[in-house]
């Protein structure tokens, strides 16, 4: 399907790895955008290229030319500063303004409530909120300007459910739902739109990596009976018993950005396979 992005310059923060951004960058790259790679090495942002170019063979070989590594880290100000004036710069070489910023980058664990210091909940804010504050704060107005762009904040339904082992998570994902429904009321009148993404449990490098531990500390001999057991004492309101494939959230990611999703605007859009129970 083509959402008309083609030629469009997009940023996702956090992009490297192997977690949603990554599969967001890629979605993006096959519908021809031009993609900001974002993470904190110039190193990882190289691999991230390499990855998405060799997996997708079958596109043009000077597409490869519209994915741009830009390293930087957003958590602080310094950085994102930095992070915003490399971003111009590439404005000013492809000759195009920025269309969507997708704000990825984040941090989690699961760690009980009482071993958390004050410096570790000021991690999560910086990273997983004012990173968003940040770039948003000066590309809306130019957005606005134009009348034209995208902002996403890649949320969690840990923001409609916070869970007791990852408080500074759910905090911090519930203040990106607000902030961006904030943000999409000063697009009023206009063709710009923010919305925030929620996913559910998704089988991240990360969550795989716990899956396999989880296996190991149950004597669990499969994956699949794992994940059957995680989803029946841990998830028992998911309504698929499974967790998401990465690239199931980048479609709804990628739609959501694309022309195409004029008519959503503020929204709290959900992929999480029916974990929460609402209307």
């Known amino acids: 399907m083509d959402l008309k992005l083609k030629d469009k310059l997009v940023v996702v923060t956090g992009s490297t790895g192997d977690g949603i951004g990554k599969h967001i960058a890629e979605e993006l790259f096959r519908q021809g955008a031009y993609v900001v ?3 904190r090495s110039q190193g990882s942002v190289d691999k991230t290229i390499a ?15 519209k994915l741009i590594g830009v390293p930087g880290d957003v958590s602080s100000e310094e950085g994102s500063n930095k992070f915003i004036a490399a971003l111009e710069e590439v404005e000013t070489k492809i000759g195009t303004k920025l269309y ?3 704000n990825n980058v984040g941090i989690f664990e699961a760690k009980e409530f009482t071993e958390i210091a004050d410096d570790k909940w000021i991690e999560y804010y910086q990273t997983n909120t004012m990173s968003g504050v940040r770039l948003s704060r000066h590309f809306l107005p ?23 082992h990852m408080l500074p998570y759910g905090v911090s994902k519930t203040s990106q739902i607000a902030l961006a429904r904030g943000l999409a009321e000063m697009t009023k009148g206009t063709a710009v739109t923010v919305n925030s993404i929620l996913p559910g449990p998704t089988m991240t490098g990360g969550v795989r990596k716990y899956m396999q531990e989880f296996a190991e500390m149950h004597k669990i001999a499969s994956m699949e009976e794992a994940v059957a057991t995680y989803f029946k004492d841990a998830e028992p309101t998911s309504l698929l018993q499974r967790f998401l494939d990465p690239n199931e959230v980048a479609a709804v990611t990628v ?13 709290c859009q959900m992929v999480d396979g029916g974990v929460v129970r609402h209307i």
């Open 142 to 164: 130019l957005m606005k300007e134009r009348n034209e762009g995208r902002i996403l904040f890649i949320s969690s339904e840990c923001g409609l459910r916070p869970l007791p």
């Open 37 to 39: 790679i974002n993470g």
């Open 100 to 102: 969507g910023l997708v």
């Open 255 to 267: 739609f959501t950005l694309s022309p195409l999703a004029a008519g959503v605007n503020g929204a």
């Open 51 to 65: 990855d998405i170019t060799k997996s997708n063979a079958s596109v043009a070989e000077d597409a490869s030319t």
